[in-house]
């Protein structure tokens, strides 16, 4: 059965440097999400984006992100100054264009130091 | 904006025993809700998708009921079983490809 993937599972990076988080969704879906949680906190949504398209995004989507979808395949998010509060797991997300489910890739750790 | 709350926020129960979860919603214009489980540090795996015309959803020892006038869904598990110890995330979607509210969730242990 097709998975979302994403890599890193874990990422270590210091304050004010630029990450890459990637994801590869199923390959038949159109709608692809980023969301993020906190430890011990809610999951919270980030961007989603269609048509190579961000079609929507939350308050903390701030200048600092951005999404792209590079290839066909990939799908990555950027953070281009870390900051503290910005250690979380990322989840990316994909839906399915028939029944509306949302498919969830693996998290990415991204601890901040 | 919508909000999801889920109660209890944590559950112990012994092996054998039918439980119920419980997620609720502030606006009740709801597209869909999708129940998901989550292991420690892992990702969401969907369990049940109900549609907003649905009232209910099954799958194996699963049943989720959707009320949307009162803005509330459960979520049955029968016969638990130690390997149902997770915690079980209830998220709302207001379009059909729109983002996901998700609940705080709740923390099951079934004890063997």
């Known amino acids: 059965e097709p998975e979302v993937t994403q890599t890193p599972s874990h990422q270590v990076t210091q304050m004010g440097q630029e990450v890459i988080l990637r994801c590869v969704p199923i390959s038949n879906h159109l709608y692809f999400y980023w969301y993020r949680q906190i430890l011990g906190q809610k999951v919270e949504f980030l961007v989603s984006?269609?048509?190579?398209?961000?079609?929507?995004k939350s308050e903390i989507f701030d200048d600092q992100f951005s999404v792209e979808r590079p290839d066909g395949s990939n799908f990555t998010l950027k953070i281009r100054s870390t900051k503290l509060e910005d250690s979380a797991m990322y989840f990316c997300?994909?839906?399915?264009?028939?029944?509306?489910?949302?498919?969830f890739g693996p998290g990415t750790r991204l601890t901040v130091t | 904006k919508q909000e999801v709350t889920q109660i209890p926020a944590a559950l112990s129960v012994p092996e054998g025993e039918n439980l119920v979860l419980n997620c609720s919603f502030t606006d009740s214009a709801i597209y869909n809700l999708q129940w998901f489980r989550q292991d420690p540090g892992k990702g969401l795996t969907s369990l049940l998708l109900i549609q907003s015309s649905q009232r209910e959803q099954t799958s194996g020892r699963l049943n989720a009921s959707l009320d949307k006038s009162s803005g509330r869904s459960t979520l049955y598990i029968a016969a638990s079983q130690p390997g149902d110890s997770a915690t079980y995330l209830c998220?709302?979607?207001?379009?059909?490809?729109?983002?996901?509210?998700f609940g705080d969730g709740t923390t099951l242990t079934v004890k063997p």
């Open positions: 997300a994909g839906q399915d264009g028939r029944s509306y489910e949302q498919y």
């Open positions: 998220a709302v979607r207001n379009t059909n490809a729109g983002k996901s509210t």
């Open positions: 984006f269609y048509n190579n398209e961000i079609s929507e």
